[in-house]
């Protein structure tokens, strides 16, 4: 039988005679091809356009939508009755088992009670109303089956077979950064840090770890801190649609806020949903005043830390530890002067469709980096339920030794004016002072998107809390004030206002938090985001108001921010205002990086800054991307600040490479003498049953490109990513429970390797590291001519190698194959009889599978 997996000119040209020709009673003779009958092998197979059976790879499309990309067998048709759809003469070969895994409902039809899985079936008379339609020049075979005989499936929906549990692998990834700074008074200070996520998969199973190390070297001595962050166990519990996670976690933000724990957890998890049925790491924006290093605490862990220009900046890739917790921002100028504030972090309204249940279960310890709270038992429990009419029911209870409290509230969707959700929390509290307290909290949540307008109310929300409501977290307070943190924050001078400092006795009033965004027309955006926090028993408040505008007008774009940020304890409020305009000189210049005229991005950019004293930054710089890839991002800026401030400037240059990401920069200030130089390294490493893999940093879910053979070829999509030695990459940042496409870009093969297939799609469940396999044929490419009996072998001969690749002869019996071994036979036939069989066998030189093509003439013989 007939295995195609090389389509050729040669048999292009002959569907072509016979596709074209092949109405009623036309008829293109084969003898017209060669003025010697015997020099044309039997073709009487593509006569009334028909083809020849045999497996095909195929794209497959259900009632019009793309399943799958597989091998089929055709076979021919029993009869021109058999099928009415095309002109083929092939009928597919389409098993229970496919048709069931593209959700066509055949349980129930009784001819198909005893017919095995893997039997072939005729769909037209299996299933009525369906049929089937081969196109055979776009190898894409076309499958329409009633929407009745289909199983009632969401849109989007991807059964649960198809989910990959991916392979058993141990991962390390990594991410260092350092900076050795010199403040010009002739002290010199050294500030590292290291991040490690390093796990295992097994099967189902997966655990990770998390720690980090901090090392800073001043004038007042060395300090080296290790944090461990978390180590967890989990495992999706796919009958349940639910995660389990033993270990070190977070709670859900649902119903109550997150809490770290060290136990046990059962939850939903939505992203086993199709998108059409489901209903946030947070941007952190800010402005700096000069070359600043930004780092971000969560529940006082160090969970981010880089370096940043001076003007604007936003922060898209940060990693919480937890599903929320309010995010504390450091912004340390090269002065040594400090900015900080809170940015809230939490969800959307708590909405669910109807007749969908949302749990978590929850039991352990609390868990705190602070040497100031107990590690006290807790259990909690929440639940959302979506009810008929657009409502939700949500609810649950926390308890603990000194603590109980119980939530219940409603969601409901109301339409074209949004989404709003309401609960009350009644708790009862024992805190440090023995002292017992009982209150309330009620909480709203509105969210809308004006699409019509441009607008989107990303969250708005509003929480009331009486004087006596405590949280968990409160009555794990050993004193009744003090500092939250345990001391070991490496900067002295910043001691007493990262930390939070709490009391008891002043709990929190009323909190507002907004988040919306405006698009203006086709060239522009608005954004506002705050929140601001009040106090029992203080006038103190706690203001965030961040704010800004961008548009784009013929590729120049401009943006405005402004920010304000006032903390209890500070006398003036922060206010920071920047200005910056960018102008792509790759569009204007038409600078190219080849005689392809493929641009580089290169950016000519300005900013000003002020911090509202007077004091003010103005910068102005290029910036850009170079190699083949795009994958080396460069900045070079020159500024000025008054004041005192004298020139600055600062260069920096980025790589994306396949096996990791390096970056290094260095910025000075003349006014004082400052001058800094910072580098950071990220990555992983990944060992697996094939060996091990160096990549680019992972994400959460990741997919192994598995195309042994096929060096240095580079992947599709993904920035700096090719192929190692063996074959083998790293994609990190795979979409959970969807599927993903995966593409090697065939232009970058060597010329020893051809692919089957240059697409592979995947389906991975949460932390999975999934395998794409890619088939490779390594060996040689030749072009081959055949000779038998003194003459070249007929055209149309089919040719086929010891490994089941098949080819077509075309014109002077000449015919193109590849991944040929160093030596083997070839088998040739162009028609039934014994003399049109004949077999050649070739040997090749050594280095000619190097060879961009190889020519060859051998002659077959019996």
Known sequence: MLTVKYP?????????????????????????????????????????????????????????????????????????????????????????????????????????????????????????????????????LDITVPQAMMMNSARGYIPPSQWDEGINALMLNYNFTGSNSDDGNGSDSDILFLGLNSGINVGAWRLRDYSTWNYNSNRLGNKSQIQHINTWVERAIIPLRSELVMGDSTTPSDVFDSLGFRGMQLASDDNMLPDSLRGFAPTIRGIAHSHARVTIRQNSYIIYQSYVPPGAFAITDLFPTSSSGDLVVEVKESDSSINIYTVPYSSVPVLQREGHIKYALTAGKYRTNSVQQEEVGFAQSTAIWGLPAGFTAYGGFQAAQHYKALALG???????????????????????????????????????????????FQLIGYRYSTEGFYTLEDTTRKQMKGFADDGEIEDPQIQETITDYYNLQDTKRDKIQLNVSQQLGSNGSLYVSGSRQSYWRSGELNTLLQTGYSGNLYGVSWTLNYSYNKIPGMNDADQRVAIGISIPLSQWLFLSSDITHQSHSAYATTSISTDMHGNTTESSGVNGTLLEDDNLTYSVQQGYQNNGGGSNGAVSADYNGAWGNGNIGYNYSNGSGYQQVNYGLS????????????????????????????????????????????????????????????????????????????????VPTRGALVRAKFSTHVGARALLTLTHADNVVPFGALVTTEDGNSSIVGDDGQVYLSGLADHGQLTVSWGKAASQHCVAHYSLAAGTTSQAITKLTRACGT
């Open 8 to 140: 050729l000119s040669a048999l292009a040209i002959l569907i072509a005679f016979y596709s074209v020709n092949s109405f009623a009673e036309e008829y293109f003779n084969p003898a017209f091809l060669s003025d010697d009958p015997s020099a044309v092998a039997d073709l009487s197979r593509f006569e009334g356009g028909s083809q020849a059976p045999g497996i095909y790879r195929v794209d497959i499309y259900l009632n019009n939508t793309f399943q799958s990309r597989k091998d089929i067998q055709f076979l021919p048709a029993p009869s021109a009755a058999a099928i009415d759809t095309d002109d083929t003469g092939l009928v597919p070969c389409l098993t229970p088992a496919l048709l069931t895994k593209m959700r066509v409902n055949i349980t129930n039809l009784p001819a198909l009670k005893n017919v095995k899985l893997d039997a072939c079936l005729e769909l037209p008379k299996v299933v009525k109303g369906s049929a089937t339609r081969f196109d055979f020049a776009n190898l894409r």
């Open 410 to 456: 409603t969601g409901v969707n109301i339409g074209e004016f949004g989404a709003l959700s309401f609960d009350l929390t009644q708790a009862t509290s024992e805190l440090a002072d023995e002292s017992t307290h009982h209150g309330s909290s009620l909480r709203f949540l509105y969210s809308k998107s004006l699409q019509n307008m441009g607008t989107s």
């Open 683 to 762: 990555g992983a490493v990944v060992a697996h049953r094939n060996g091990i893999t160096l990549s680019q940093p992972l994400g959460d879910t990741n997919v192994l490109i598995a195309a042994p053979g096929a060096d240095d070829v580079k992947v599709e999509d993904s920035t700096g990513i090719r192929t190692d030695w063996r074959g083998y990459a790293i994609v990190p940042y795979a979409t959970t429970y969807r599927m993903n496409r995966l593409a090697l870009d065939t232009t970058s093969l060597p010329e020893n390797v051809d692919l089957e297939e240059s697409v592979v799609s995947v």
